[in-house]
C-alpha cells in the first residue's frame, strides 16, 4: 500500500510559513544574546582558560586592535548564542520539512536531529575539555628562549572556534554513515571490509588538525574511528530491505 503525504499546501502558504520559522529561528538567537550579552567577558575568560592556565606568570592575552576588547566577547557571545539555540533551529527545521515526510522517513528523521545536536556538542566538549587542554601545553613549551608568549585574543577566538567546529562537525560521522546506509547509497558491510582505510584516513585527519605530536593526533583519530563504527552498527538496522537480502 502507498503511504500517504498531507495535501500539498500552495507555493505562497510555504513561503510564508518559511520565513516565520527562520524570524522564529533568528529570534530565539536574538533572546538568547541578549541573556548571556552581560556575561561576555566572563564566557571568554572560561573559553580562554585552557590557554590561560599554561601561559607564564609573567604573560598575559593582549588586545592589539582597539575595539578588540569590546568585539571579540561579542563575536563570542553570539556564536555562543547559535550554537544554543540549534535544537529549536532544527525543531523549525523539522517543523518545516514533516508535513511532506512519510510516516516511515519521521521515525528516523527524529532520531537523526536530535542525534546530530547531541554530537555536534560533544565534538566541543571534547575539544575543549581534552584537546585544548594538550594543544595550548604543547604550543607555550616549545617556543623559542626569549620569546614572550602573549596570544591576542581576537586570534585566539577565531583559533578555537575553527577547532570547536572541526570537532563539532567529526562526530557527526555516524550520522553520515547512518543517512547513507539509509539512502541505499553505501552498504554498511562494505563500509566495514574497508575499515584499514578509514583507520588511516582518521589519524590524517587528526594530524592535519592537531599540532604535531602523536597524543593528540591520536586523540582525535581513535574518537573518529570508533564513532564510524558505531555508525556501521546503525546503518545496518536502517539500510533498505533490498539491499539486506
Not at 548564542?81 to 516511515?104: C, D, E, K, N
Request: glycine content about 4%.
Amino acid at each position: 500500500m502507498t503511504e500517504e503525504k498531507l495535501d500539498s499546501q500552495p507555493f505562497m502558504a510555504h513561503l510564508i510559513e518559511f520565513r516565520d520559522r527562520v524570524l522564529r529561528a533568528v529570534a530565539s538567537i536574538v533572546i538568547i544574546f541578549i541573556g548571556l550579552f552581560s556575561f561576555s567577558n566572563q564566557l571568554y575568560l572560561y573559553v580562554s582558560e585552557p590557554l590561560r592556565q599554561y601561559l607564564p606568570e609573567s604573560s598575559t592575552m593582549i588586545a592589539t586592535d582597539v575595539a578588540s576588547p569590546f568585539l571579540t566577547p561579542f563575536k563570542l557571545t553570539l556564536v555562543l548564542s547559535m550554537f544554543a539555540a540549534m535544537p529549536y533551529i532544527l525543531y523549525q527545521v523539522w517543523a518545516f520539512v514533516a508535513p511532506g515526510l512519510y510516516q516511515r522517513e519521521k521515525k528516523i528523521v527524529v532520531p537523526l536531529f536530535m542525534s546530530s545536536v547531541f554530537l555536534f556538542y560533544a565534538g566541543m566538549a571534547f575539544a575543549y575539555y581534552v584537546v585544548f587542554p594538550l594543544v595550548f601545553m604543547f604550543f607555550t613549551s616549545v617556543g623559542p628562549e626569549g620569546v614572550a608568549i602573549m596570544t591576542d585574543i581576537r586570534s585566539y577566538l577565531d583559533f578555537v572556534l575553527k577547532l570547536f567546529f572541526a570537532f563539532g562537525i567529526s562526530f557527526e560521522i555516524p550520522i553520515a554513515v547512518v543517512i547513507l546506509s539509509w539512502m541505499g547509497a553505501v552498504d554498511p558491510d562494505s563500509l566495514a571490509k574497508k575499515r584499514p582505510y578509514v583507520f588511516v584516513f582518521c589519524f590524517i585527519f587528526g594530524m592535519l588538525l592537531t599540532p604535531p605530536d602523536i597524543l593528540s593526533q591520536t586523540l582525535l583519530a581513535i574518537p573518529m574511528w570508533l564513532l564510524f563504527e558505531v555508525g556501521i552498527v546503525f546503518g545496518r538496522l536502517v539500510r533498505p530491505k533490498e539491499i539486506t537480502d
